[in-house]
């Protein structure tokens, strides 16, 4: 099954990865007028995309003023790097304690999923199904708490954790951390799921700082 995929979240994920790559500063206006001129759309769109960026924590809406971006400094970055890290690292850990036979095979039909963008390099895909892949994991704590504020600090990083598998063989070990992170929740080894989990974030952090310098 596909899901259509609107104008106005298409111009969100370019906006997202403009933020990531650094085309924006932090508060500078995100000028209406030539961004739509710019993505060859009405400003319709352009606005619902602007508000989906204002959610996110990349951009703030000032009545009167407009839409400005709000890009986390480096030093922010590697914070909300850290602090992911062990957000994943619990989440892995209890879901090795908890996770069940069906969300097993939902992870390894991911992890599927995942290889099969990478086969084809194509890593916006292959980032939509790793947010499947860990989104399955977060369920699989049994911790709707610890899951809703994963997924939080996620979407404020997803911009960045997506930029970085542009880096040269990141796809490839990714995937290699993926089917580590699979191993050991078939395993139901806590310890090792919360090892790997840390690392895969970790290197996460590691890759973007190579990518900005």
């Given at each position: 099954?596909?899901?259509?995929?609107?104008?106005?979240d298409?111009?969100?994920?370019?906006?997202?990865?403009?933020?990531?790559?650094?085309?924006?500063?932090?508060?500078?206006?995100?000028?209406?007028?030539?961004?739509?001129?710019?993505?060859?759309?009405?400003?319709?769109?352009?606005r619902?995309a602007?508000?989906?960026?204002?959610?996110?924590?990349?951009?703030?809406?000032?009545?009167?003023?407009?839409?400005?971006?709000?890009?986390?400094?480096?030093?922010?970055?590697?914070?909300?790097?850290?602090?992911m890290a062990?957000?994943?690292?619990?989440?892995?850990?209890l879901?090795?304690?908890?996770?069940?036979?069906?969300?097993?095979?939902?992870?390894?039909?991911a992890?599927?999923?995942?290889?099969?963008?990478l086969?084809?390099?194509?890593?916006?895909?292959?980032?939509?199904?790793?947010?499947?892949?860990?989104g399955?994991?977060?369920?699989?704590?049994?911790?709707?708490?610890?899951?809703?504020?994963?997924?939080?600090?996620?979407?404020?990083?997803?911009?960045?954790?997506?930029?970085?598998?542009?880096?040269?063989?990141?796809?490839?070990?990714?995937?290699?951390?993926?089917?580590?992170?699979?191993?050991?929740?078939?395993?139901?080894?806590?310890?090792?799921?919360?090892?790997?989990?840390?690392?895969?974030?970790?290197?996460?952090?590691?890759?973007?700082?190579?990518?900005?310098?």
């Amino acid at each position: 099954m596909t899901t259509k995929t609107s104008t106005a979240d298409l111009i969100y994920e370019r906006l997202e990865a403009m933020i990531a790559d650094g085309r924006f500063k932090d508060g500078e206006r995100l000028d209406e007028v030539s961004l739509a001129r710019e993505f060859g759309v009405s400003r319709t769109p352009l606005r619902q995309a602007l508000q989906l960026l204002s959610s996110s924590g990349l951009a703030v809406f000032h009545p009167n003023r407009g839409t400005f971006a709000r890009t986390p400094d480096f030093v922010r970055l590697v914070e909300m790097f850290e602090v992911m890290a062990e957000l994943e690292a619990w989440c892995a850990k209890l879901a090795a304690q908890r996770i069940t036979t069906a969300q097993v095979m939902l992870l390894r039909q991911a992890a599927l999923r995942c290889d099969r963008a990478l086969s084809i390099q194509d890593y916006r895909q292959y980032y939509q199904e790793n947010e499947t892949f860990h989104g399955i994991i977060y369920d699989a704590t049994g911790n709707g708490f610890l899951a809703e504020e994963t997924r939080d600090m996620q979407r404020r990083l997803r911009p960045f954790r997506q930029a970085q598998l542009t880096v040269a063989d990141r796809l490839t070990s990714s995937m290699k951390e993926h089917r580590q992170v699979l191993e050991a929740l078939e395993a139901h080894d806590a310890r090792k799921a919360e090892t790997v989990m840390r690392e895969h974030i970790r290197i996460q952090s590691m890759t973007y700082k190579q990518l900005r310098n």
